[in-house]
């Protein structure tokens, strides 16, 4: 699988395909392939027989070799692996052990709720933490920018579970302003449903924005000396001008790496915060899964998350790109 | 000997390693303590001290069992500590052997190794063990290697930088010229030489290490009861929470601090360079 990228990129090498955005394409193709062929191979090296454990004990030889036909595993591996693959990109994930429906059906019912989430959840960060780390930065090496220092460290130790349980605790025990565990379901009112969300967003996003601050703070002091911004002060740019049009433009660039992997943390985060929440959320139905060994089910949600994965690192690279023209400047592929 | 250490501590004297190194001793003290020694019975139960208030005798309360929650707290805090230390030992171990050799050697084995890592590495950790334990069970040892293996990644990435960095510098020629063998350069003249960026990487990987510990047991996968662990606690404390509301605050405020006290030593670290 490894050496079908390396072959597949030197063959684009010696082709001179140079534009980016196929050969990136390409490369992520790729990238999803090993992934998926890792994760097939992974739930069929496992003991067991999902035949054998679908019928139960009772079953006879023939009603197994018959259920092992009809789900396909009388076929060699590679076969079952390709046949898998086709599916998938379909939009068929098989169906699932424990509750014999189509996988895809399971899954779709929970995909907005977690959707909706991470969306949440990475506004909250981008918004909150942009301003807040280009002030510590203005004040950096005083009072407020060493408070502000601890303050987020100690806010970038506390597990967003924890801060979820404190939010149930005091916004909705103590002040009532949101019912715990009264999820609304996004059919029945969508504004219910975004308000009830917004508690848990906000609890993955603190730490994220923490993060953030940090990073905004460090890389907005580092391209605070460079030339660029002598010069647009003394064009008699206000400092707020100078930071915002100027700066934040070359700060941008390494926060903007680590949103693209935070992304894939939300969602890892959120398999947790749906359990504080008690939000049947894809995370309930991947522990479910896991529990009852459901295969097809936690193959289809690793896979996704891989998509996921794999799609934010394009648009990372696509923002990186316009963000900075140096990127674009010296390409070498 | 005392000397050179004296002469660390001198170097590293800043607010912020002090500060991390103080919470971090009290809690290697309360976690190597609660390996022989806890104030009550961990799993004694009490009826009439169910979720009983902090007092005297019980300075963070009791829970639903009447079991008294600091006992628990540190037998948690023992648990993360150990499935943390030897999950950041874990990864960084085979991260520095992966990442060594193919940062050392590169070439056509580089670039699959750091393939395979890449995919790895995009994928957040806690979903990564979450994976491996779906393979394997649950249990303190699967979450562990679990855990250990989901890490090793992060290291093997910033372990092959410095190695690709550090094997063009002219101490690795002369070391090679000298007729030094490859394992002896690898191992012992650059491993030294990258020591400092790799003891903040094991800081930064331990505080990853107790979060992502503390949310898998959350969701009940790791150490099983009745031994005690904070992320389970955390759940158990859920259901009380009205009731009880310092049942959920002091198995956090453990983590927290736990993670504070690493992050602020590895600041520390890096505001001395």
């Known amino acids: 699988m490894v050496r079908i990228c390396i072959a597949v990129h030197g063959a684009l090498n010696k082709l001179k395909l140079n534009n980016y955005y196929f050969r990136k394409i390409l490369s992520l193709a790729a990238t999803l392939l090993v992934i998926s062929f890792l994760v097939f191979a ?21 009603r197994i070799a018959a259920l092992r036909a009809e789900m396909g595993l009388d076929k060699p ?68 920018d060493k408070a502000g220092f601890i303050a987020n460290q100690t806010i970038m130790s506390v597990p967003a579970f924890f801060l979820g349980i404190l939010f149930t605790y005091i916004f909705g025990l103590v002040l009532h302003w949101f019912k715990p565990g009264g999820y609304v379901s996004y059919k029945q009112s969508i504004i219910g449903f975004i308000g009830f969300l917004i508690v848990p967003a906000i609890a ?74 008690n939000i049947p959320g894809l995370g309930r139905v991947l522990l479910t899964s896991i529990s009852n060994r459901d295969y097809p089910v936690v193959e289809a949600v690793i896979l996704l998350i891989a998509v996921v994965v794999v799609l934010m690192d394009l648009v990372t690279d696509i923002l990186y790109r316009r963000i900075d023209p140096r990127v674009r400047g010296n390409e070498k592929g | 000997m005392l000397n050179s250490i004296r002469k660390t501590f001198r170097k590293y004297n800043n607010f912020f390693f002090n500060f991390g190194m103080i919470i971090t ?117 699967v979450v562990t290697l679990a855990l250990g293996i989901a890490f090793i990644p992060s290291f093997a990435r910033i372990v092959r930088s410095e190695y690709k960095k550090q094997a ?68 158990e404390a859920q259901s009380y929470l009205f009731l009880s509301p310092w049942y959920a605050l002091f198995p956090g405020l453990a983590i927290v601090f736990m993670v504070l006290g690493f992050s602020m030593l590895a600041e520390g670290i890096s505001a001395a360079k």
């Open chain 2, 25 to 141: 001793l009290v809690f290697f003290v309360l976690a190597v303590v609660g390996c022989f020694y806890t104030p009550y019975n961990t799993t004694e139960m009490n009826v009439a001290l169910k979720n009983s208030a902090p007092a005297l005798a019980h300075i963070f309360g009791c829970d639903n069992y009447g079991r008294d929650i600091f006992s628990r707290v540190m037998e948690g805090i023992r648990n993360t500590f150990f499935i943390s230390f030897f999950t950041v030992l874990i990864g960084s171990l085979m991260g520095i052997l992966i990442g060594a050799i193919s940062g050392y050697y590169g070439g056509k084995l580089d670039e699959i190794l750091m393939r395979i890592n890449d995919v790895m590495f995009a994928f957040p950790s806690v979903l990564l063990a979450l994976v491996i334990i779906s393979l394997f069970g649950s249990g303190t040892m």
């Open chain 1, 204 to 277: 993955i996003a603190i730490p994220k924005c923490a993060m953030s601050i940090k990073l905004l703070r460090a890389a907005v002091l580092q391209e605070a000396d460079k030339d660029y911004v002598r010069t647009a002060y003394s064009r008699g740019n206000s400092t707020m001008q100078v930071m915002y049009r100027h700066v934040l433009k070359n700060a941008l660039i390494p926060l903007v790496t680590f949103w693209g992997m935070a992304v894939a943390d939300v969602i890892a985060g959120s398999i947790v915060i749906e359990q504080v929440f």
């Open chain 1, 77 to 144: 591996f590679l076969v079952r692996y390709f046949l898998w693959m086709t599916e998938c990109i379909r939009g068929n994930f098989g169906t699932s052990y424990s509750y014999n429906v189509p996988v895809m059906s399971m899954i779709g019912e929970k995909l907005p709720i977690t959707i909706t989430l991470t969306i949440l959840s990475m506004s909250i960060t981008m918004i909150v933490s942009v301003p807040l780390g280009i002030m510590l930065a203005k004040y950096a090496h005083r009072t407020f």
């Open chain 1, 42 to 62: 992974a739930f069929e090296i496992i003991p067991g027989d999902p035949a054998l454990s679908r019928l139960g004990t009772n079953a006879t030889p023939e």
């Open chain 2, 168 to 235: 063009s510098l002219d101490y690795v020629q002369s070391a090679k010229l000298m007729g030094a063998k490859d394992i002896r350069v690898i191992f012992v003249h650059i491993l030294s030489n990258i020591l400092p960026v790799l003891v903040s990487s094991v800081m930064i990987g331990f505080n990853n290490a107790v979060l992502a510990e503390a949310g898998l047991s959350y969701l009940g996968i790791g150490v099983q009861p009745p031994e005690a662990s904070l992320g389970r606690m955390l759940s």
